[in-house]
């Protein structure tokens, strides 16, 4: 009987939206049943295959590959996973006393966290300690595009935080065009986005390109930022490392397959991207989909590209990067992940680090 009324309720949302889409009042009408009948699971909302769709939540509209990320909940449920343990929160105190005393000198940050879900929660927590609450009282999210942008300001700091999976070279440009102020710090990660437990988590064309790119993304994303903004701190995070362990259901099965046999597990990636228009040929194609899966081997790759690229910019104008080094935190930390991937109780450590290492 639930079935008839899931496709009754599709049918009538989309008879809505077809005759009533000239008027504003109606389409909020829509987009409220959209949410409603997507939570309820009467209507399910296909993913393509570059991930460029928008799907509905209860904190509106967000990119469908944001949906890998757990914490689009009630403020109490993202609080209860945060983990403060007293370590940590003396790691907060001391990020406090860092931003206090940059104010008392005059020289307030004004720091952009772009990446995916690690640097959101940095992000958050530098908002909870500029302006006292968690979450950033203001949740809505803008959508420049198919990105989340936010911003949190109060007189200890401004943070902007944009959903970039990817590293993109015009980023200052893209947050300044919001009317932002220009950044004293640029803190990037890329990682979990461009990697695949393909069929599930698929691998595709973009994340494809920007794992083959990985290395001179990063460069060019430093050299122009610097050009754009020449004194801007620039900090780059690595990957927390993985536990597939915590993995369930059909990624724990594709543990098991790839831990039996990497290159049989591998094939459907190759293949499927074989088919696709990539510009790649079958070596690096190959070489790609083996590195990049969503595993701890995976993390180790990456992280091993972020410091390749951090320690040949010693003579970036302006001065090198620095490091923050999730994986080195993280690993064989597995039984404080709930998933296999966020480790929570890490992020005042690295927003103090953060703050020690651009003074």
């Given at each position: 009987q639930a079935l008839p009324i899931r496709i009754c309720a599709a049918c009538v949302a989309f008879?809505?939206?077809?005759?009533?889409?000239?008027?504003?009042?109606?389409?909020?009408?829509?987009?409220?049943?959209?949410?409603?009948?997507?939570?309820?699971?009467?209507?399910?909302?296909?993913?393509?295959?570059?991930?460029?769709?928008?799907?509905l939540t209860p904190q509106g509209p967000v990119p469908a590959w944001a949906v890998l990320d757990e914490d689009w909940g009630e403020?109490?449920?993202?609080?209860?996973?945060?983990?403060?343990?007293?370590?940590?929160?003396?790691?907060?105190?001391?990020?406090?006393?860092?931003?206090?005393?940059?104010?008392?000198?005059?020289?307030?940050?004004?720091?952009?966290?772009?990446?995916?879900?690690l640097m959101r929660h940095q992000y958050q927590s530098f908002c909870e300690l500029a302006t006292g609450l968690f979450p950033p009282q203001d949740d809505t999210w803008r959508v420049p595009?198919?990105?989340?942008?936010?911003?949190?300001?109060?007189?200890?700091?401004?943070g902007v935080f944009l959903w970039s999976?990817?590293?993109?070279?015009?980023?200052?440009?893209?947050?300044?065009?919001?009317?932002?102020?220009?950044?004293?710090?640029?803190?990037?990660?890329?990682?979990?986005?461009?990697?695949?437990?393909h069929p599930n988590f698929t691998m595709n064309k973009i994340k494809l390109k920007h794992c083959a790119r990985y290395k001179d993304d990063l460069r060019e994303l430093f050299d122009q930022t610097r050009r754009r903004v020449p004194n801007v701190g620039l900090t780059v995070m690595t990957p927390y490392a993985i536990c597939e362990s915590a993995y369930r259901d059909s990624w724990a099965d594709l543990v098991?397959?790839?831990?039996?046999?990497?290159?049989?597990?591998?094939?459907?990636?190759?293949?499927?991207?074989?088919?696709?228009?990539?510009?790649y040929d079958k070596a690096t194609i190959t070489d790609m989909c083996s590195k990049a899966w969503f595993l701890r081997d995976g993390s180790i790759w990456i992280r091993d590209m972020v410091r390749e690229v951090v320690s040949s910019s010693a003579d970036l104008p302006g001065?090198?990067?620095?490091?923050?080094?999730?994986?080195?935190?993280?690993?064989?930390?597995?039984?404080?992940?709930?998933?296999?991937?966020?480790?929570y109780r890490f992020n005042w450590l690295q927003l103090s680090q953060l703050l020690h290492m651009n003074k």
């Open positions: 008879l809505i939206v077809r005759n009533c889409i000239a008027f504003p009042f109606a389409m909020a009408v829509v987009r409220f049943a959209l949410v409603l009948l997507a939570t309820a699971g009467a209507l399910r909302l296909s993913l393509a295959p570059d991930d460029e769709r928008i799907v403020a109490g449920d993202i609080q209860a996973k945060r983990h403060i343990d007293p370590e940590a929160q003396g790691f907060k105190d001391e990020a406090r006393v860092l931003l206090e005393e940059r104010v008392a000198v005059g020289s307030r940050p004004v720091i952009y966290f772009v990446g995916d879900s595009g198919w990105k989340i942008m936010h911003n949190c300001s109060s007189e200890l700091g401004y999976p990817e590293y993109a070279a015009d980023v200052v440009d893209v947050v300044r065009s919001y009317g932002h102020p220009e950044p004293t710090l640029l803190y990037v990660v890329s990682a979990f986005h461009l990697m695949h437990m098991k397959a790839h831990q039996q046999d990497p290159r049989v597990a591998t094939q459907p990636c190759i293949d499927d991207m074989l088919n696709e228009t990539t510009g001065g090198a990067p620095s490091l923050i080094d999730g994986w080195a935190m993280s690993d064989g930390d597995c039984d404080h992940t709930h998933d296999g991937r966020h480790w």
